[in-house]
């Protein structure tokens, strides 16, 4: 199959967000483990062993919403499944691919700022 | 770890951002890593390096072909290469052909990192070195 006429299912796009789940438990889980260590130093002052603490809390937090966010995708999923064909080709994947590759609107300039 | 008894780790995903943090967090654990975001790369790495480890996503949308058969192609090339599968829980079926298919393990997504380090060794009895 070229790349070109490559369709993804509805499946393949949840198999999508799964992946994107994935990054956010790893890289949170390894951040986690990486502050935990300068956390274990003996010599580490006290105002930033508050704010490695404070870190880790934020992060712990982020790995649990990625997981909360499998959970809900998985909650989802057969009742989507029953209602269309979870294999049928309806997206593109070099629009899909494209829109990833695009910033957010909160990356596009100063009128976005707070 | 030995250097000259570095272990080789292959990770095949078609999302390029697991490969990449994959490969970072276990070169850092003394593993000579390979990565491949389609099956048909992995076959050809595979066939050049044999890694003692091979991480193979299940489902890869983008890739020519699916986790399943280069698992199937990996062990047609060394029916004793270490395969672990990274699937879903909601793929029963596939995971059910990767086992037939000689799977070492499989693990389910999203996973925690000491769950991947916990599995390898269990199976190849490979010692990982905690976070360094």
Not at chain 1, 32 to 38: E, H, L, T
Not at chain 1, 63 to 92: A, C, M, R, V, W
Not at chain 2, 25 to 38: C, L, M, R, V
């Amino acid at each position: 199959m070229s790349q070109e006429n490559l369709r993804l299912s509805i499946r393949d796009i949840f198999h999508m967000l799964d992946n994107k789940h994935l990054v956010f438990v790893m890289y949170s889980d390894k951040l986690i483990k990486s502050f935990g260590q300068i956390l274990s130093r003996k010599d580490l002052p006290q105002d930033l062993r508050e704010l490695v603490s404070d870190y880790i809390g934020s992060l712990k937090m982020l790995k649990t919403t990625g997981h909360q966010s499998d959970t809900l995708l998985n909650e989802t999923k057969p009742i989507i499944y029953e209602k269309l064909n979870p294999d049928e080709g309806y997206f593109d994947a070099d629009s899909i691919k494209q829109k990833l590759e695009e910033p957010g609107p909160h990356f596009q300039g100063p009128e976005w700022k707070e | 770890m030995d250097a000259q008894r570095q272990p080789k780790l292959l990770i095949v995903d078609d999302e390029p951002t697991i490969v990449e943090f994959t490969q970072k967090i276990y070169e850092k654990k003394g593993f000579i890593t390979f990565g491949a975001d389609d099956g048909i790369k992995a076959v050809e790495i595979f066939q050049k390096e044999r890694p003692e480890v091979n991480l193979i996503d299940v489902h890869m949308p983008f890739s020519p072909i699916d986790g399943t058969e280069t698992l199937r192609r990996i062990k047609e090339i060394d029916k004793n290469a270490c395969c672990i599968m990274v699937s879903r829980v909601t793929d029963k079926e596939r995971v059910e052909a990767c086992r037939k298919n000689g799977a070492s393990a499989y693990i389910l997504k999203p996973f925690d990192l000491d769950v991947l380090d916990n599995t390898i060794t269990e199976i190849t009895k490979i010692q990982i070195p905690k976070e360094t």
